[in-house]
Structures are given as structure tokens and as C-alpha cells.
């Protein structure tokens, strides 16, 4: 399918998918999946949600808050036990998707179908084989302003790019967000269920699709696991899936995560990490073998690409703010003095 295609035809062809485990923050959950569905709704765009049903009150309650939505489907099951895998759900979820489009989401973005119709039809037109996203973390004020209405999307952008703190924590380059064909998902069959718990399995579904298309390189750094504020001071992986946003960064196009709180009970979600990543590193070990990369960041890229198109760099000057994250990233009087008196 080439050209461009017209509103509904293009979300026609696309399918979001989203998984679910309402291991812990299952009210959040809840109602976030609730708010994508309703936020679908007029537009052709289809969403499948793939939930590990632990077969809890909350589990049921979910079940019925999904079952009324046009064109959102509930792939429910009791998948695994313990830790949450995403990368298995995700898999379940591709297994209902009919459309020769889809798009990886997580259950706290923002659903911006303006920008999903944008980027699809860069794909569909041939312009890219697919495309990844950078996604905004909105703070607690922040993610308050959008949901109440206070904030237009149009306007949260536009404050941070006039250096406001209260609502934002980082932007993410790049983000697990990818609009991308439906059939290399299936050549590359999906998601490495290996990955469980937090963090890794989407880089390397990233590189490996990168990888299928030729789109990524190879470094002596590129395991540097090092975690940056600015979106251009990224390094090593990081760096080489970074420049797939570029363009995204220079048009100010990015999803919104909407701020949650990190539940106790998540501790050994998020103590997996670091074993995931030593089998990341293990399973993309030819790319540390590469030759120098000149600017270890993103930086002249960035520049280059906004010479290039005539932009104006000052118009992007917070792309460079690369401050770590002190008390000035906490949105209230009571989460700044918690962090100090840690």
C-alpha cells in the first residue's frame, strides 16, 4: 500500500497493541486502558489489549470496563504466573491483529491518534519502514493538566518548550512507541519472551528491527547503559536507536506518559532489570565491535538535520538541557522535601 491514504483509511489499516497485568497499580491500570478506549472511539483506529488475568476482583472489573468499545478487543487469559512479561502479552496480542499496520503502546500514553495518522502514513507511503516515537513524561501536575482538560496537548508542548519544570520529568529518544508493518513483526517473531520484569525487551525488539532494515551500527560503546535527561546527550544503543527520532524531535512530535506512582509491590519487577540486561548485551555482543563514532552523542546529528531543513537550533534549546534530575523535578512542596530528607 503507497501514497498517501485519507483519514480513516489510514487508521483503518492500524492496530494498536497494549498489554495488560494488573499484578500491582490495578486501579491505575484500569483506568488508563478505560481512557485509551474511550479516546479510540470515532476514529477506525483498532486496539488489542492482551491482559494476564489473575483472576482477581480487579481482573473481572477490567473485563467489563473493555467490553463495550468499538473496534477494542480483550485477548484475556491466565498467560504465566509471577513477574509481569510484557514481551509474552505482546506476542498474544499479535496473534488477533488483522491489519497490515500496527503500533506498539503502553497502557500509560497519552492516545494522540492525529499523531499515529501522521507517522502511519509515513510507512504506508513508503517514506520509512517504520517509525519510532520519543514520549514526554509528564509529571503528576503535568499529567493532571492534560487529563482535566487545563492543558491542551498544543500547550503542554509549547511549555516545554519554554523551560516550564512543573510538568515534566524527561523525554524519552527513544521510546518503545513503533509504528511499523505487520509483517516484520512476524519475521521477526516478536518479542523475546526471555526478557520478564522490567526493562530491555524493548531495545532489543528495536534493534533487531532496526537490524532487519539495515538502520542500525555498531560501536565500541554501544552498551553503554548510561541514562540521560537530554534527548540528544544519549550514548552507545541509546545513541543508535536515538537517530531514528530525529526527525520526530525536529517536527516536536512525541506521545505524553501519563505520571503513576512505583508500587512497593513492584520490587521484583523492577529487580530483573539488571539480569535482562547482561542478556541484552549478550544477545547484540557483535554490535560492541565497531569503530569510533565520531560524536559519542546525538548532538551534531541534531544539528546537522536542523540546518539542513532550515530550522532555527535556538527554537530547540531544550533539547540541550541536560541537568540531572534534582529536587527541581519534583512537582509538589511534599515530593521535593522527601527527596531531600532521603
Same mark, same amino acid.
Given at each position: 500500500?503507497?501514497?498517501?491514504?485519507?483519514?480513516?483509511?489510514?487508521?483503518?489499516?492500524?492496530?494498536?497493541?497494549?498489554?495488560?497485568?494488573?499484578?500491582?497499580?490495578?486501579?491505575?491500570?484500569?483506568?488508563?486502558?478505560?481512557?485509551?478506549?474511550?479516546?479510540?472511539?470515532?476514529?477506525?483506529?483498532?486496539?488489542?489489549?492482551?491482559?494476564?488475568?489473575?483472576?482477581?476482583?480487579?481482573?473481572?472489573?477490567?473485563?467489563?470496563?473493555? @467490553?463495550?468499545?468499538?473496534? !477494542? #478487543?480483550?485477548?484475556?487469559?491466565? *498467560?504465566?504466573?509471577? %513477574?509481569?512479561? /510484557?514481551? =509474552?502479552?505482546?506476542?498474544?496480542?499479535?496473534?488477533?491483529?488483522?491489519?497490515?499496520?500496527?503500533?506498539?503502546?503502553?497502557?500509560?500514553?497519552?492516545?494522540?491518534?492525529?499523531?499515529?495518522?501522521?507517522?502511519?502514513?509515513?510507512?504506508?507511503?513508503?517514506?520509512?519502514?517504520?517509525?519510532?516515537?520519543?514520549?514526554?513524561?509528564?509529571?503528576?501536575?503535568?499529567?493532571?493538566?492534560?487529563?482535566?482538560?487545563?492543558?491542551?496537548?498544543?500547550?503542554?508542548?509549547?511549555?516545554?518548550?519554554?523551560?516550564?519544570?512543573?510538568?515534566?520529568?524527561?523525554?524519552?529518544?527513544?521510546?518503545?512507541?513503533?509504528?511499523?508493518?505487520?509483517?516484520?513483526?512476524?519475521?521477526?517473531?516478536?518479542?523475546?519472551?526471555?526478557?520478564?520484569?522490567?526493562?530491555?525487551?524493548?531495545?532489543?525488539?528495536?534493534?533487531?528491527?532496526? @537490524?532487519?532494515?539495515?538502520? !542500525? #551500527?555498531?560501536?565500541?560503546?554501544? *552498551?553503554?547503559?548510561? %541514562?540521560?535527561? /537530554?534527548? =540528544?546527550?544519549?550514548?552507545?544503543?541509546?545513541?543508535?536507536?536515538?537517530?531514528?527520532?530525529?526527525?520526530?524531535?525536529?517536527?516536536?512530535?512525541?506521545?505524553?506518559?501519563?505520571?503513576?506512582?512505583?508500587?512497593?509491590?513492584?520490587?521484583?519487577?523492577?529487580?530483573?532489570?539488571?539480569?535482562?540486561?547482561?542478556?541484552?548485551?549478550?544477545?547484540?555482543?557483535?554490535?560492541?565491535?565497531?569503530?569510533?563514532?565520531?560524536?559519542?552523542?546525538?548532538?551534531?546529528?541534531?544539528?546537522?538535520?536542523?540546518?539542513?531543513?532550515?530550522?532555527?537550533?535556538?527554537?530547540?534549546?531544550?533539547?540541550?538541557?541536560?541537568?540531572?534530575?534534582?529536587?527541581?523535578?519534583?512537582?509538589?512542596?511534599?515530593?521535593?522535601?522527601?527527596?531531600?530528607?532521603?
Amino acid at each position: 500500500m503507497k501514497g498517501e491514504l485519507n483519514a480513516e483509511e489510514c487508521l483503518a489499516s492500524l492496530t494498536a497493541i497494549v498489554p495488560l497485568d494488573l499484578h500491582f497499580r490495578a486501579k491505575d491500570i484500569i483506568a488508563k486502558a478505560k481512557l485509551m478506549g474511550e479516546m479510540s472511539q470515532g476514529s477506525s483506529l483498532k486496539i488489542v489489549f492482551a491482559h494476564n488475568d489473575r483472576e482477581t476482583k480487579f481482573d473481572a472489573r477490567l473485563k467489563g470496563v473493555l @467490553s463495550d468499545y468499538k473496534d !477494542v #478487543s480483550l485477548v484475556s487469559g491466565r *498467560f504465566y504466573e509471577g %513477574v509481569v512479561n /510484557s514481551s =509474552l502479552l505482546r506476542n498474544i496480542a499479535f496473534t488477533e491483529v488483522s491489519t497490515q499496520y500496527l503500533v506498539l503502546l503502553d497502557v500509560d500514553l497519552w492516545l494522540d491518534v492525529g499523531l499515529l495518522r501522521k507517522y502511519l502514513n509515513l510507512v504506508c507511503g513508503g517514506k520509512a519502514p517504520f517509525a519510532v516515537l520519543p514520549c514526554l513524561y509528564l509529571s503528576l501536575v503535568g499529567s493532571r493538566a492534560l487529563m482535566s482538560g487545563k492543558w491542551s496537548i498544543k500547550q503542554l508542548r509549547d511549555n516545554y518548550f519554554a523551560f516550564s519544570r512543573k510538568e515534566f520529568l524527561h523525554l524519552a529518544n527513544p521510546s518503545s512507541i513503533v509504528v511499523m508493518q505487520s509483517a516484520d513483526y512476524e519475521s521477526l517473531e516478536g518479542f523475546n519472551t526471555e526478557f520478564s520484569g522490567h526493562g530491555y525487551e524493548d531495545f532489543d525488539f528495536m534493534i533487531r528491527l532496526a @537490524s532487519l532494515h539495515s538502520l !542500525v #551500527s555498531s560501536s565500541p560503546d554501544f *552498551f553503554s547503559n548510561a %541514562v540521560m535527561r /537530554s534527548p =540528544l546527550f544519549v550514548q552507545g544503543f541509546r545513541r543508535e536507536l536515538g537517530r531514528l527520532c530525529l526527525d520526530a524531535l525536529l517536527e516536536r512530535d512525541f506521545f505524553f506518559h501519563i505520571f503513576h506512582e512505583k508500587s512497593p509491590e513492584s520490587n521484583q519487577y523492577y529487580s530483573l532489570r539488571s539480569g535482562n540486561f547482561s542478556n541484552f548485551c549478550e544477545l547484540h555482543k557483535e554490535y560492541s565491535k565497531g569503530y569510533g563514532v565520531g560524536d559519542p552523542t546525538l548532538i551534531t546529528a541534531f544539528i546537522e538535520k536542523c540546518l539542513a531543513s532550515g530550522k532555527n537550533i535556538q527554537d530547540y534549546s531544550i533539547y540541550f538541557e541536560n541537568k540531572p534530575g534534582h529536587v527541581d523535578r519534583y512537582d509538589t512542596f511534599r515530593r521535593r522535601m522527601k527527596f531531600l530528607l532521603k
